[in-house]
């Protein structure tokens, strides 16, 4: 299994920050795909609008995230 994208860092004011996204989140689902690699993660921002489901410690969450 390929590693799952990591969120290494966020941007103050970015679209990531106001969604409550942190470094070191974990990305498990990316538009409705499992397991998303880096490149689609990029492909799905450029549509304008990303919903993430995210693993943080024992935790999972949906974040929407809008250009």
Same mark, same amino acid.
């Given at each position: 299994?390929?590693?799952? +994208?990591?969120?290494? $860092?966020? !941007? ?8 409550? *996204? @942190? ?12 397991? +998303?690699?880096?490149? $689609?993660? !990029? ?8 919903? *993430? @489901? ?14």
């Amino acid at each position: 299994a390929r590693p799952l +994208p990591v969120l290494t $860092q966020v !941007a103050p004011g970015s679209a990531a920050d106001r969604a409550g *996204l @942190r470094a070191g989140d974990v990305v498990v689902e990316a538009n409705g795909t499992v397991d +998303p690699n880096s490149a $689609q993660l !990029a492909e799905f921002a450029k549509g304008g609008s990303l919903l *993430l @489901r995210v693993k943080r410690s024992d935790a999972f969450f949906y974040a929407a995230l809008k250009k």
